[in-house]
């Protein structure tokens, strides 16, 4: 129906303007002096022509319209009518590149949206259970050691906060940099000295001889990997163990070596990856799968590389290197 209308419309106009044509057609031969009879004549072959004329251009137009209603509507489940020339042709060409090219885009923004929703709801989760935890604590009369264990689960809180929060922040394309120098010494220290319960209450051996380098960086996001590399360590380390800060060269100049229980051969090629917790994640409950996957988008944005040297059982070695 839509398209017989638009056909029409289009006959209306061209018998608009054949009018006037016949009209002055008609007045330049009455001028010339040529008769009623011959005008007539004329104008019948005139007619004539442009009645072939305008049925052979209505049937163009409805397989044209036809043609246009299907690329109008097109998918890429719709097959395209035949290409007649080499104009069609390139404009189908066109048309598929271009949905092509929108359909991609739009199955990335639902897969970045679909993975936003995964992360949020593993964190909410993951923060659900040291506030549960502060809540019986504090329901009853805290003993001293009870305050020291609610430190801990305020530490857990605010340890999620930072990486969901930094984790949004990237996802929204808020990764302003600011360059300058950094000293690793003081990041690390701020980094310890925020974290320092944690290493206390597993009684773990810290060797850090403040000795590393000072590097061109952006010290906000630099910080925020480091934590969540150290907070992995101290994670995945076992009460007594032994954790180690070092710098091995000016380009690989952080290392974060523990001696704990190390990650399984088949999961290390996965420990980037979004939601990962692997073989340990899933014997720890604090592990989200979003620590290393965080610290390996910033170390993206910001050029630089993180190596991991483990075995089932034989500690992790972090390496942070410029690529």
Same mark, same amino acid.
């Given at each position: 129906?839509?398209?017989?209308?638009?056909?029409?419309?289009?006959?209306?106009?061209?018998?608009?303007?054949?009018?006037?044509?016949?009209?002055?057609?008609?007045?330049?031969?009455?001028?010339?002096?040529?008769?009623?009879?011959?005008?007539?004549?004329?104008?019948?072959?005139?007619?004539e022509?442009?009645?072939?004329?305008?049925?052979?251009?209505?049937?163009?137009?409805?397989?044209?319209?036809?043609?246009?209603?299907?690329?109008?509507?097109?998918?890429?489940?719709?097959?395209?009518?035949?290409?007649?020339?080499?104009?069609?042709?390139?404009?189908?060409?066109?048309?598929?590149?271009?949905?092509?090219?929108?359909?991609?885009?739009?199955?990335?923004?639902?897969?970045?949206?679909?993975?936003?929703?995964?992360?949020?709801?593993?964190?909410?989760?993951?923060?659900?259970?040291?506030?549960?935890?502060?809540?019986?604590?504090?329901?009853?009369?805290?003993?001293?050691?009870?305050?020291?264990?609610?430190k801990?689960?305020?530490?857990?809180?605010?340890?999620?906060?930072?990486?969901?929060?930094?984790?949004?922040?990237?996802?929204?394309?808020?990764?302003?940099?600011?360059?300058?120098?950094?000293?690793?010494?003081?990041?690390?220290?701020?980094?310890?000295?925020?974290?320092?319960?944690?290493?206390?209450?597993k009684?773990?051996?810290?060797?850090? *001889?403040?000795?590393? %380098?000072?590097?061109? !960086?952006? /010290?906000?996001?630099? $910080?925020?990997?480091?934590?969540? =590399?150290? &907070?992995n360590? *101290?994670?995945?380390? %076992?009460?007594?163990? !032994?954790? /180690?800060?070092?710098? $091995?060269?000016?380009?690989?100049? =952080?290392? &974060?070596?523990?001696?704990?229980?190390?990650?399984?051969?088949?999961?290390? /090629?996965?420990i980037? $990856?979004?939601?990962?917790?692997?073989?340990?994640?899933?014997?720890?409950?604090?592990?989200?799968?979003?620590g290393?996957?965080?610290?390996?988008?910033?170390?993206?944005?910001?050029?630089?590389?993180?190596?991991?040297?483990?075995?089932?059982?034989?500690g992790?070695?972090?390496?942070?290197?410029?690529?």
């Open positions: 129906m839509k398209t017989i209308k638009k056909t029409f419309n289009i006959i209306k106009n061209q018998l608009f303007w054949y009018v006037i044509f016949i009209s002055l057609t008609d007045l330049s031969l009455y001028l010339y002096g040529i008769s009623r009879e011959q005008r007539r004549d004329i104008m019948s072959v005139i007619t022509i442009f009645v072939v004329a305008i049925v052979t251009n209505y049937i163009l137009t409805i397989i044209k319209i036809q043609k246009l209603s299907k690329i109008n509507d097109y998918r890429k489940d719709v097959i395209l009518p035949i290409a007649t020339s080499e104009v069609e042709k390139e404009y189908q060409n066109i048309l598929n590149k271009t949905v092509n090219s929108e359909q991609a885009r739009i199955d990335k923004i639902n897969s970045q949206r679909q993975e936003f929703q995964d992360s949020l709801s593993m964190w909410t989760h993951n923060i659900k259970i040291p506030i549960t935890g502060l809540q019986l604590i504090l329901d009853d009369n805290p003993t001293y050691k009870d305050i020291l264990v609610a801990n689960k305020v530490l857990q809180i605010q340890q999620n906060l930072t990486a969901i929060l930094g984790y949004i922040s990237l996802s929204e394309g808020n990764n302003d940099l600011l360059i300058d120098r950094v000293d690793l010494n003081e990041l690390i220290d701020e980094i310890l000295k925020r974290n320092a319960w944690d290493f206390v209450n009684n773990q051996h810290l060797i850090y *001889n403040h000795d590393l %380098p000072t590097i061109v !960086t952006d /010290k906000k996001w630099l $910080e925020i990997l480091m934590e969540q =590399i150290i &907070i360590a *101290n994670k995945y380390t %076992p009460k007594d163990g !032994t954790i /180690k800060i070092y710098s $091995e060269s000016k380009e690989r100049f =952080i290392v &974060i070596e523990d001696s704990g229980i190390g990650i399984d051969s088949g999961d290390i /090629k996965r980037f $990856e979004n939601g990962f917790t692997g073989k340990n994640g899933r014997q720890n409950m604090n592990s989200s799968g979003l290393l996957y965080l610290a390996n988008q910033i170390a993206e944005m910001l050029s630089l590389e993180i190596k991991v040297d483990s075995k089932k059982d034989s992790s070695k972090f390496v942070i290197e410029y690529k």
